[in-house]
């Protein structure tokens, strides 16, 4: 599987941006999908996570109530819609993928995933 994120840019604090991870693949329908992002010099972190099977989300306290994670099986792509942001969400944001069966806690560590796509740059300005 071969992932793409696209979708960052500049916004100001209060904006709202969504981003996109495209997936190659004919499987993507079966495949938990992640979101991370890293700030400068901080630790690659967990935002949010959608399941392959029964849909299920979760979401880091920090954006929780302001990020939507979902995904369109149709197209092969995993969105993220971040409303409300602040100069804090400033970071890269990485897409990921991994098959199989996995509880949503699970989905919260880096080291499930078996794939990941480059980042996108989310840059909030105050």
């Known amino acids: 599987v071969q992932l793409q994120a696209s979708g960052g840019g500049l916004v100001q604090a209060g904006g709202s941006l969504r981003l996109s991870c495209a997936a190659s693949?004919?499987?993507?329908?079966?495949?938990?999908m992640g979101w991370f992002r890293q700030a400068p010099g901080k630790e690659r972190e967990f935002v949010s996570a959608?399941?392959?099977?029964?849909?299920?989300?979760l979401y880091a306290d920090s954006v929780k109530d302001r990020f939507t994670i979902s995904r369109d099986n149709a197209r092969n792509t995993v969105y993220l819609q971040m409303n409300n942001l602040k100069p804090e969400d400033t970071a890269i944001y990485s897409c990921?993928?991994?098959?199989?069966?996995?509880?949503?806690?699970?989905?919260?560590?880096?080291?499930?995933?078996?794939?990941w796509g480059q980042g996108t740059l989310v840059t909030v300005s105050s």
């Open positions: 990921a993928a991994t098959a199989g069966v996995k509880g949503l806690d699970l989905l919260q560590s880096k080291s499930v995933y078996d794939y």
């Open positions: 693949g004919r499987t993507f329908s079966r495949y938990n």
């Open positions: 959608i399941r392959w099977i029964g849909g299920g989300t």
